[in-house]
């Protein structure tokens, strides 16, 4: 079956309820957006170290198809009738992970270079994103009507990748630190057997 319908080659594209709207319109721009986001989302979990960070940001882009699906929906209850829903328990799980890693990791009093991992800088790009899928979300906002806990959700996930980058990035860090005092202390070790 082939992949490609020829629907769209006038420059307009069906949403989720069938309409069919401009390629280049604000809703069309939104939820493409926030499939960049879970293309990237994808890629950073493949760099991850931590095994908890890689489970929550796959379960983050299974929400992610919800949260395209809303919005590619001009006929809401359509899309209510027919698919699962982002609720305000995704939302209470993104601010539970922020509130645990932010208990955990040290303070920030600062600005942070964006990543000084491979992990790290991988999710602050998801983080920016992010923030520009939000801002089209807001454009759209203006002309439809969305449900509140769609809004929680979107508002609090760049928070959650900005927290998780943190992690990775403390990770890596803790790694490197003890890669450095195992090679002293072989280095001590073997001296002490020379002698």
Same mark, same amino acid.
């Given at each position: 079956?082939?992949?490609?319908?020829?629907?769209?080659?006038?420059?307009?594209?069906?949403?989720?309820?069938g309409?069919?709207?401009?390629?280049?319109s604000?809703?069309?721009?939104?939820?493409?957006?926030?499939?960049?986001?879970? !293309?990237?989302?994808?890629?950073a979990?493949?760099?991850?170290? @931590?095994s908890?960070?890689?489970?929550?940001?796959?379960?983050?882009?299974?929400?992610m198809?919800?949260?395209?699906?809303?919005?590619?929906?001009?006929?809401?209850?359509?899309?209510?009738?027919?698919?699962?829903?982002?609720?305000?328990?995704?939302?209470?799980?993104?601010?539970?992970?922020?509130?645990?890693?932010?208990?955990?990791?040290?303070?920030?009093?600062?600005?942070?270079?964006?990543? @000084? @991992?491979? !992990?790290?800088a991988?999710?602050?790009i998801?983080?920016?994103?992010?923030?520009?899928?939000?801002?089209?979300?807001?454009?759209? @906002?203006r002309?439809?009507?969305?449900?509140?806990?769609l809004?929680?959700?979107?508002?609090?996930?760049?928070?959650?990748?900005y927290?998780? !980058?943190?992690?990775?990035?403390?990770?890596?860090?803790?790694?490197?630190?003890?890669?450095?005092?195992?090679?002293?202390?072989?280095k001590?070790?073997?001296?002490r057997?020379d002698?």
């Open positions: 079956m082939a992949i490609y319908t020829k629907g769209g080659d006038k420059g307009k594209t069906s949403l989720f309820d309409l069919r709207v401009d390629k280049d604000v809703r069309v721009e939104t939820y493409g957006t926030f499939d960049e986001l879970n !293309a990237n989302i994808s890629l979990e493949k760099f991850c170290k @931590s908890e960070n890689k489970t929550l940001l796959r379960s983050v882009e299974y929400k198809f919800y949260l395209q699906g809303e919005i590619a929906t001009k006929d809401t209850k359509k899309f209510l009738a027919e698919s699962k829903i982002i609720t305000d328990a995704d939302t209470h799980m993104l601010e539970k992970v922020i509130d645990k890693y932010t208990s955990e990791l040290p303070p920030v009093h600062n600005f942070i270079l964006p990543g @000084s @991992s491979v !992990a790290g991988q999710l602050h998801c983080r920016t994103v992010c923030r520009r899928a939000e801002r089209s979300f807001v454009r759209l @906002s002309t439809t009507e969305f449900r509140p806990e809004e929680r959700y979107i508002n609090r996930l760049s928070d959650f990748l927290i998780v !980058a943190r992690s990775e990035d403390y990770e890596d860090l803790v790694d490197r630190v003890t890669e450095k005092v195992i090679q002293v202390y072989s001590l070790r073997d001296v057997n002698e």
